[in-house]
């Protein structure tokens, strides 16, 4: 799936322009980093491209039709392939099996195979059967994280997603998000460097006040 | 004695299920209607958890003596205008509580659906899933409120002895002709119910905020 921002501008308030004039175009496939201060903007971009968002002013491109011109129908159908991760995580109610399992089962699927693969490799078996409430804000960011890898989406957008976590589950999350990216389109924010994510990145992008600008 | 806290309770049972009914449907109302509209709407329900019960009612009693506007219906010094007063008593705090509730419920299930890619209408089920707590637990805090109404049931309900006298207003009453005994007991009675209800209400509302 092919994502295109054309001229996408972005207000809050209708005063204040947080995104100006941004130009993209994100191809099928590829790990795309967006790097940037805080408050430069990412997140609002990134649930501009997850068709969260809609722009102020410009079109978001959703292989080759502007998504935002469509009837309800079609963009469910398109949507269904976008998976956001949020920088803060959301977390329901009950237990940690419900959470991670949710994205799976709003599809309908119940092929589990996959998800028990990612719980087992992130090591979270454990907390399966505890209650949301009690968790630590790495485990919060795993749960939101496997909840979305689970689904395979063709497009996966994440906000942020290596804050609070371990190295070695850093390590974990770049494999499999650039194995992910050979075949479907990772789009990744972040405010820091992250070494072992800079020597897999397709594109590498800065986001300086709203305004979004390709990295050599 | 025992009549009288039967009495105070059931009459406040009825109070809250309007309240809470009531106070239900306008806070998803209030979710459906433009920000401005809601923000004014809120702050209008946040001024009216304040005013005093006796007040309220007043208000009531205004509405419902023998030549106001609803005085046909012979509701005065009933427990029905007890039900009605402590009810509207009650109603500001739960749209309050339940609108702030919702709106952040619903924000947060919205994104959750729409950032998993399912459809929107999927946040509707999980908006049920996530309440049921914190309806409890503002049931509760709205079934303290109404109970401890004294004002408004003393102006519309009077305390007749076997018909409006309430715990609140058996207290004021038996104070008054020095029978400190029985209202000290019904004080505590009272005391134990709203500071039991409260923190079972904390205790619930506790597992919503996950
Ligand atoms: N919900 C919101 N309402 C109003 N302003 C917001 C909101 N979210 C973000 N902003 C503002 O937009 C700017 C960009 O925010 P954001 O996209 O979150 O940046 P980043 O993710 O890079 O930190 C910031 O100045 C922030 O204060
Ligand atoms: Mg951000």
Do not use: C
Request: hydrophobic share 50%; net charge positive; charged share 20%.
């Amino acid at each position: 799936m092919e994502v295109r921002l054309e001229d996408v501008w972005f207000s809050y308030d209708g005063r204040r322009y947080v995104l100006r004039s941004v130009n993209v175009e994100f191809k099928g496939r590829g790990l795309h980093v967006v790097m940037g201060p805080n408050g430069s903007g990412k997140t609002t971009l990134l649930k501009i491209v997850s068709l969260i968002y809609k722009p102020t002013r410009g079109s978001v491109v959703v292989d080759g039709r502007g998504y935002w011109d469509l009837g309800p129908g079609e963009r469910d159908s398109i949507r269904q392939h976008i998976v956001y991760v949020h920088d803060k995580p959301i977390i329901l109610r009950g237990d940690v099996w419900y959470n991670v399992s949710l994205g799976l089962r709003l599809k309908g699927s119940d092929s589990y195979d996959y998800l028990e693969e990612l719980v087992e490799r992130y090591g979270v078996s454990e907390l399966l059967r505890s209650s949301s409430r009690s968790l630590s804000a790495g485990q919060r960011r795993l749960i939101s994280i496997i909840r979305a890898l689970a689904l395979k989406p063709r497009v996966l957008v994440l906000d942020e997603p290596f804050n609070h976590l371990d190295s070695s589950r850093v390590r974990m999350l770049v494999e499999d998000l650039t194995s992910m990216a050979g075949s479907s389109l990772v789009v990744v924010a972040t405010h820091y460097m992250v070494r072992e994510l800079m020597g897999s990145a397709t594109r590498l992008y800065e986001l300086v006040d709203g305004s979004l600008r390709e990295q050599g | 004695m025992l009549d009288v806290v039967v009495r105070s309770i059931y009459i406040s049972l009825a109070a809250t299920l309007i309240a809470f009914t009531l106070g239900a449907l306008i806070s998803l109302l209030m979710l459906a209607t433009p920000r401005r509209l809601s923000g004014l709407l809120v702050g209008v329900f946040d001024a009216l958890v304040g005013v005093p019960t006796v007040v309220v009612g007043l208000v009531v009693y205004m509405l419902i003596h023998p030549g106001g506007p609803l005085g046909f219906l012979k509701l005065l010094y009933t427990p029905t205008a007890l039900v009605v007063s402590q009810s509207l008593v009650a109603l500001p705090i739960v749209v309050t509580l339940l609108y702030r509730y919702f709106e952040q419920l619903w924000g947060d299930v919205r994104e959750l659906v729409l950032s998993l890619g399912a459809p929107v209408g999927k946040a509707y089920l999980l908006m049920l899933r996530e309440s049921p707590p914190a309806l409890i637990a503002v049931y509760l805090i709205a079934f303290s409120r109404a109970i401890g109404a004294l004002g408004a049931v003393m102006v519309v309900g009077g305390g007749i002895e076997g018909l409006t006298n309430v715990m609140t207003t058996a207290i004021a009453l038996e104070v008054q002709v020095g029978n400190y005994e029985y209202a000290l007991t019904l004080g505590g009675v009272l005391v134990v119910l709203t500071v039991g209800l409260s923190l079972v209400a904390r205790a619930v509302g506790g597992l919503v905020w996950r």
